[in-house]
């Protein structure tokens, strides 16, 4: 298993962090709005089935999954904690060593250091963790 570690504005990340912590109810308020919408139309003996299905397909397209990122900052990302007590640089966005991470915190002091699983960490933190670690 592993774990991804992205830089990212705070904000940023507390603003996904309240769509992904409210979806459920945004899509519940979604769904009961249809279903009144539907109650407007005129009586149809299918009516129900008909409102049933396109509500369910509904809630299929405004799954979470689909709609919000997996990854915040995919372009920000330091590397990755792989099996076997090993870290992966991204080396495809520049991080090819603690230096780098170092120099780009200081270059966006506005941005932070956070798991794939929205937890922050210190750049002490993450040095440690990666230190304790080889690097490929």
Known sequence: MSTNY????????????????????FRT???????EFCKKAPPYIGAEEITEE????IMHCLSAYSLLPETLEDEHRIGAFIGNNQ???????????????TKYQTKHPHE?????YGLK????????????????
């Open 6 to 25: 992205y830089f990212c504005d705070p904000s940023r990340s507390a603003h996904y962090q309240y769509l992904y912590d409210n979806w459920d109810e």
């Open 29 to 35: 308020s979604v769904k009961d709005s249809f279903y």
């Open 54 to 57: 396109i509500g369910e397909q």
């Open 87 to 101: 870290f992966r640089w991204a080396t495809q966005n520049g991080f090819h060593s603690i230096e780098d991470v």
């Open 112 to 116: 932070a250091i956070y798991s794939e």
């Open 121 to 136: 960490l210190s750049l002490d933190d993450l040095v440690k963790k990666i230190k304790s670690c080889r690097s490929i």
